[in-house]
């Protein structure tokens, strides 16, 4: 919300949303996003196969619903009509627990 927020109020056209435990997410994918939004504006979501997750890029007329939302996952809704950029397989795993993060670790 509070991103949302602070996006309109500097006047940015976009807001992009990560989440800091993806730490698989490479750059060039980062990129693919940007550049699908500057084509497309709207909303732009990452895509590994059925999963439609951040990092997404929403465009400013989203910023009201954003900062409306409340809970963990309440942006996911915001995703079903995103225009999707497929992602690296695997690419996308959310590392919430210490075994998921050994897991990758190897």
């Known amino acids: 919300r509070i991103a949302a927020e602070r996006a309109e109020q500097a006047g940015a056209d976009g807001l992009m949303i990560c989440l800091a435990d993806m730490p698989l997410v490479a750059t060039d994918h980062f990129e693919g ?3 699908a939004w500057n084509q497309n504006g709207g909303i732009v979501a990452s895509q ?3 999963l439609i997750s951040p990092p997404a ?3 400013r007329e989203h910023y009201p619903t954003i900062a409306g939302l409340t809970g963990d ?3 996911k809704m915001l995703l079903k009509d995103a225009l999707c950029v497929p992602s ?3 690419a996308l795993v959310d590392v919430d ?3 998921t993060l050994q897991r990758l670790s190897g």
Do not use: N
């Open 73 to 75: 996952r309440g942006g």
């Open 97 to 99: 627990v210490l075994e």
């Open 57 to 59: 890029i929403f465009a």
């Open 48 to 50: 590994d196969g059925a």
């Open 88 to 90: 690296r397989p695997g």
């Open 33 to 35: 996003l940007v550049r």
